[in-house]
Nanobody, 117 residues
Framework: QVQFVESGGGLVQSGGSLKLSCAAS????????MNWYRQFPGKQRELVAG???????NYANSVSGRFTISRDNAKSTAYLQMNNLKPEDTAVYYC???????????WGQGTQVTVSS
């Protein structure tokens, strides 16, 4: 059964950058549609970015032009490069694979991103 572990979060000043990693265990990573989500306190998770098996990516309007999703199938890892971070990007970030609009695996612990003004 596939599992995902997020890392790379931290505290950064407004305008700074972070690169998140999502390491997958189990087989079949290369065929998965991978998504990054974030969750604000008291809110539901929201989709931030996604990347298909062939590398096609899509982004939420709020991060388009600032965030870049990528994947390394040889390492079974997905990434989220976040540039020009804003205080409103402060959230816990999660990754998961998409299975017909639903998360494939149980949610991991996520990684906290805090952007100070």
């Amino acid at each position: 059964q596939v599992q995902f572990v997020e890392s790379g979060g931290g505290l950064v000043q407004s305008g700074g950058s972070l690169k998140l990693s999502c390491a997958a265990s189990g087989r079949g990573f290369s065929i998965l549609v991978m998504n990054w989500y974030r969750q604000f306190p008291g809110k539901q998770r929201e989709l931030v970015a996604g990347i298909t098996a062939d590398g096609t990516s899509n982004y939420a309007n709020s991060v388009s032009g600032r965030f870049t999703i990528s994947r390394d199938n040889a390492k079974s890892t997905a990434y989220l490069q976040m540039n020009n971070l804003k205080p409103e990007d402060t959230a816990v970030y999660y990754c998961n694979a998409d299975r017909r609009g639903l998360p494939l695996a149980a949610w991991g612990q996520g990684t906290q991103v805090t952007v100070s003004s």
